[in-house]
């Protein structure tokens, strides 16, 4: 969220309640019953305005994907494979949800995170196909191995690099016993 909209949104958390419990003051307050109806109508088209602009804000799925896309940089980064997917699933699902207007504005980031997916996949496919040819081969063709997968590994979220730690140190183990 960028600095004006910030202070807007601030502003209008401050300003609003404020008016509205004036308004209703005002109510008990007056007299005359016409300004009474009016302080009451306007009280009250004041917090119908309060409730479109929240809604707006928590309940449109533009705003909904924005704020799920803020949260991108910590899931892509350390959880699992499986999280990382249930993840797009939900903002592609939001997405689709969209304008066509507003599918422009997300489309490269929705596209990106996508991508970022799919390298981890094939990284970790990879992984597997490596972990096979542990132990096979000259030894020139074990450390091409291993090195292929540790610059595979380091590429890894946390919770992969787990599960394929124990291998990893299998093949280093062969290497060192083979030289």
Partial sequence: ?????????????IIMPIAIAVLIVAYYALSDPKLKIGAL??????????LAIIYDYF???HNRLRRKLASIPSITQGES????????TEIYRLYTRLSEHNKQNFYAQIIEIRERIERKLKADKKMELLIQNIGKGSLEDQKSNYQEMFELYKRLPEQVKQKYYAHLTHARNLLEKGS
């Fill in 1 to 13: 969220m960028n600095k004006k909209a910030a202070s807007g949104s601030i502003i209008f958390l």
């Fill in 59 to 61: 309940g449109s799925a």
């Fill in 81 to 88: 494979i499986e999280k990382m997917k249930q993840f797009y």
């Fill in 41 to 50: 109508a306007l009280a009250v088209l004041l917090a119908l305005i309060a």
